[in-house]
């Protein structure tokens, strides 16, 4: 059963229901039409619906390329609740998948007009790319440079560059996976380090694949809910995680901690964003507020804020010059 906060997710009440898919918005796929990069091909997955919305990078499994087959139901339904998904498709075997993973999104920045660049973005992915997940996460500049503010891995393995996140992260897995064991929990035990909004649960009789193929599965579901508190801010989907993620669908070993940054508060984080270096902003731990949910509201959305306009800074350096350079080819 779908928690009923989800349908208040985006509060756009004015969008048909899709039942396919749950969400408020229709999904079309599209190739990656140009995309050469590491991990070469992609498919995006987008809102058939006016607007703009934020963009996640999806990295499948080992072997598991052709993701509207492979990842039909998890990935459509994400979609639906309004997100731009880059899926890529090559590096059936890889240690090093988060490095398509991080460039497919400088290339949907250039190429697709209807990403919300007011809202951060996010990473997930599942098994090998799970692992990917781990090392986009981990690596500070690559979440300054792409505007990244949350992170989902599913049953995640190993990848190179894996470490503590810098960025608010859910850990997925089940309690038949036999594939990846216990890794996705040493992940998230590793997470702590970085002092950011972290959870894990193993749902209930879930094995390795259940994220994949065309059938439902309740992973996608609190996919979207992550994603819909730490880039929507949407408070329903804030309260639906924060409040209800760790319920009898999931395992005992279910574990949500907050960030417990015990310094001076909002003072610490504007001290490092007067400072200049944003790794050193990126690096203030989680929870510097007095506990209250409106206090945590602000947090997130005052993170994910600030990051969402480093790239957007980014961004507008890259097009400026990109500008000057096709005039003076022109010239």
Not at 76 to 95: F, H, K, P, R
Not at 98 to 105: A, C, F, L, R
Not at 230 to 243: A, E, P, R
Request: hydrophobic share 35%; glycine share 12%; net charge neutral.
């Amino acid at each position: 059963m779908m928690p009923a906060a989800l349908f208040l997710i985006l509060g756009l009440p004015s969008f048909q229901l899709c039942q396919a898919w749950g969400g408020p918005h229709n999904v079309k796929t599209k190739a990656a039409w140009s995309y050469t990069g590491p991990c070469r091909g992609g498919t995006v997955y987008y809102p058939d619906s006016p607007g703009k919305f934020p963009l996640l990078s999806f990295a499948h499994g080992m072997g598991a390329s052709g993701t509207k087959l492979t990842y039909e139901w998890t990935l459509n339904t994400v979609a639906s609740w309004g997100y731009i998904i880059a899926a890529i498709e090559g590096c059936e075997v890889s240690l090093d998948e988060y490095k398509g993973q991080e460039q497919i999104m400088e290339w949907m920045f250039d190429n697709w007009d209807t990403i919300d660049h007011s809202k951060p973005g996010g990473v997930f992915g599942h098994s090998q790319g799970g692992a990917s997940t781990v090392s986009t996460a981990h690596d500070g500049n690559a979440c300054v440079h792409y505007g990244l503010h949350s992170a989902v891995m599913m049953h995640p393995g190993v990848q190179m560059g894996m470490g503590a996140p810098w960025i608010a992260s859910l850990y997925l897995s089940g309690t038949l996976d036999f594939v990846v064991g216990k890794i996705p929990n040493e992940c998230f035990n590793a997470a702590g380090a970085n002092n950011v909004d972290r959870g894990f649960g193993a749902y209930n009789g879930y094995t390795h694949f259940n994220p994949c193929g065309v059938w439902s599965n309740k992973e996608a579901i609190d996919i979207a809910n992550w994603f819909g508190c730490y880039l929507y801010y949407n408070q329903n989907s804030c309260g639906t995680i924060w409040g209800g993620f760790c319920n009898k669908d999931k395992a005992g070993s279910c574990k949500l901690i907050k960030g417990n940054g015990q310094n001076e508060g909002v003072q610490d984080w504007e001290a490092a964003v007067r400072h200049g270096d944003p790794l050193k902003a990126l690096s203030v731990p989680w929870g510097n507020h007095n506990g209250t949910f409106e206090a945590r509201m602000e947090e997130i959305q005052r993170r994910g804020d600030w990051i969402a306009e480093q790239r957007r800074q980014r961004l507008q350096k890259r097009w400026a010059s990109m500008k000057l350079l096709n005039r003076t080819v022109l010239v």
